[in-house]
Nanobody
Framework: QVQLVESGGGLVQPGGSLRLSCAAS????????MSWYRQAPGKEREWVAQ???????YYTDAMKGRITISRDNGKRMAYLQMNSLTPEDTAVYYC???????WGQGTQVTVSS
């Protein structure tokens, strides 16, 4: 059974940083691409970043320069480092496996003073 579990969210002040983690199980992790999405209150879920199986990253223009996606195949983990956070980054952040409709439960990120 394929499972994704996100963690690392929380409350952070504007300008702060967070590192989100996504633990995958039940799948050949090194052979898959991973993506992060987010959904803000009252808005549709939007794509944030992707990392290919070859560790090539892609970023949404809205957050480019402030985020870094990475992966550790040995640990079956994907990460999203977020810096210079603003209140507009407040959302539930999800990881997903590219090409599969499998999602984690999400981790809440709240940026507020």
């Amino acid at each position: 059974q394929v499972q994704l579990v996100e963690s690392g969210g929380g409350l952070v002040q504007p300008g702060g940083s967070l590192r989100l983690s996504c633990a995958a199980s039940g799948i050949n992790f090194s052979g898959i691409g991973m993506s992060w999405y987010r959904q803000a209150p009252g808005k549709e879920r939007e794509w944030v970043a992707q990392i290919s199986s070859g560790s090539i990253p892609y970023y949404t223009d809205a957050m480019k320069g402030r985020i870094t996606i990475s992966r550790d195949n040995g640990k079956r983990m994907a990460y999203l480092q977020m810096n210079s956070l603003t209140p507009e980054d407040t959302a539930v952040y999800y990881c997903t496996i590219d090409g599969l409709n499998i999602w984690g439960q999400g981790t809440q990120v709240t940026v507020s003073s």
